[in-house]
């Protein structure tokens, strides 16, 4: 079951002799539960692209379709409830909030929603990601691997529809990195998670169920690895 499609994407920045083509007509589709991996070298177009599925960053043409939603065919309200619904977003730097505590910056996008957080499934979540112990820790009191898990959290708690990650283990060491491509796994797994990683790390690629290769805007390899 299809759950992603990005039709003729492209985005340019910049007018004239100043043109930047960061995109350059990208298709692919995704389908449920599939786990991929994009990589390609810095200024590749990869954060961008990553940026348009995920509802941040507006295409100059070209379509994005979510679930058979078209994201850039609502008004900016609507956008907004699907950023918050249908997306989870994962960072490098973890983006969490100083003065909140584990609990209540992974329930965030629940309660920014309105909405009543599912307790029982915060905590297989906090299990699942190991925070148990620490529901009541500020950012400063973790490590930056248990920051991360904490930004895992946030982004699984509303069961989106895909989960984007742009270099989530960039600010990582070798065995926090390997944890947290391990839990992403397991919870695209457990939970049927649809999850897209951008990634430098060709080891950490190779775990991913297909590797979409990106180069000067333009996609030059889509390969299933067989994992």
């Known amino acids: 079951m299809e759950i992603l499609r990005a039709e003729n994407l ?3 920045y910049g007018t004239g002799e100043n043109t930047v083509r960061a995109l350059d007509n990208v298709s692919f589709s995704v389908s449920k539960g599939e786990f991929v991996a994009i990589v390609g070298p810095s200024g590749s177009g990869k954060s961008t692209l990553l ?6 960053d507006k295409p100059t043409s070209g379509r994005v379709l979510v679930d058979g939603c078209d994201v850039y065919g609502q008004d900016d309200e609507k956008l907004a409830i699907f950023r918050r619904r249908q997306v989870g977003l994962i960072y490098q730097f973890y983006n969490l909030i100083p003065v909140l505590n584990v609990v209540e910056n992974i329930t965030l996008p629940v309660l920014l929603d309105g909405r009543k957080v599912n307790k029982e499934y915060l905590e297989e979540l906090l299990a699942t990601l190991r925070l148990n112990g620490r529901e009541k820790h500020l950012p400063n ?3 930056g691997g248990q920051q991360q898990r904490v930004s895992i959290g946030r982004a699984l708690i509303n069961s989106p529809a895909i989960v984007l990650a742009d270099e989530p283990t960039g600010n990582l060491d070798s065995k926090n990195s ?3 491509i391990s839990l992403l796994r397991a919870s695209n797994k457990k939970y ?3 999850v897209l990683i951008i990634t430098h790390d060709e080891n950490i690629a190779l775990q991913a169920g ?5 180069e ?3 996609i030059i390899r889509d390969e299933v690895t067989g994992q």
């Not at 297909?210 to 990106?214: E, P, S, V, Y």
Request: glycine share 12%.
């Open 10 to 12: 492209s985005k340019v």
């Open 51 to 56: 940026h348009i599925l995920g509802g941040v």
């Open 141 to 143: 009191q973790l490590s």
């Open 178 to 180: 390997q944890e947290i």
């Open 192 to 194: 049927n998670q649809t």
């Open 210 to 214: 297909r590797i979409i290769a990106i």
């Open 216 to 218: 000067d805007g333009k």
